[in-house]
């Protein structure tokens, strides 16, 4: 009955870890989930406030396929403010969170056979997507800090590698990667004419002094090479409303404009007219919340460190740890799989498997539950495995 295109995905891992926790809370478990990738924050006040006037304005009908111009101009003057990066509204497409406008990279720009580099550990969907595009994933390990190693992305690459996908800060591992990394994968791909997507959805999630920055913004040149994502799921709490966009060079943008034409068409009129004074207001809402991650993100990765058996790299970004367990692989439990299923069981708290995202000797914790829940989480965990 189905394609073979559609046979090629496989499931969403995290949400395969929250259907777990699901079942075993329905059993009458407590069960803690550090698995699902949203801020456990509400919408900012301001946010909601212009969705309701858009409703109250019955803004209710089809707008363009790639956005509102106010929207798009918002964007453009965002990506100029935050992120250096000269564009114009022609060079943007508003699309239902940034896995759409990633899904429309690579079905407008990539051909069967196209090799597309990602690092691993990776995003669950850059590699189904790519499967989907018919392209070919090209795993490329970075280094036991997770940073990007520019000798092994120089050997990936063949006369079929189109893109890298670069991703920073990291989801699954928090890694930031530093100017001089970005400038390195920048050279590499000038000098072997590739395209760049640079996925920042969590930029404004950097700690102890991190910083972030967008290779768009390096140079003319490159800007003409890179197709930066991002979305305002994670910056302002708005994962269900699903605004994301693209800054691409125009030529791509116009393509995925139509794609999006003649696919989902626009993105909910009320939410791009909330994404507009989301992007036009202040930061205020964004900066206590990575206040909030950094304290937790700061408490769990001292006491991961202190259970035998596990290693924890300080994450600099985003809100995810990305421990390494493999340490505690034994008895009953060989892999990161077994390793979440035991401590679902066990202690009932649910983590993802890092081979979900290319790496078997980790686990994916999320810190988007509260320190308390967090300590008590933690403190399970340790318990389970002594
Ligand atoms: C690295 C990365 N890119 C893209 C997305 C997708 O974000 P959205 O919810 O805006 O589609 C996520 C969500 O988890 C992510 O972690």
Redesign the pocket.
Known sequence: MLSERVKRIAPSA?FAVKAKAQALRAQGHDVLSFGL??PDFDTPDLVKDAAKKALDDGFTKYTAAAGIPELKEAIAAKLKRDNSIDCEASNIVVS???????HNIFQAMINPGDEVILLSPY?V?YIEQVRLSEGKAVLVDCDKEFQPIADSIKEAITDKTKMIVV?SP??PTGAVFGKQKLQEIADIALENDLFIIS?E??EHFVYEGAKHYSIASFSEELAAKTLT?N????TYAM?GW???YVCAPKEAAKAMGSLQGQTTSNVNSIAQKAAVAALNGPLDAVKEMAATFDERRKYAVEEFNKIPGIECNEPLG?FYLFPYVDGCFKGGVGNSAEFCDFLLEKAHVGLVPGSAFGLDSCVRFSCASSLDSIKEGISRIAKALS
Do not use: I, M, P
């Open positions: 995290t990738g949203q239902n969170g940034a896995k759409h406008s990633l995003w969907s991703n990291n989801n996925d959805c969590y994502v979305a305002l799921s994670k994962t699903r605004v994301g985003a």
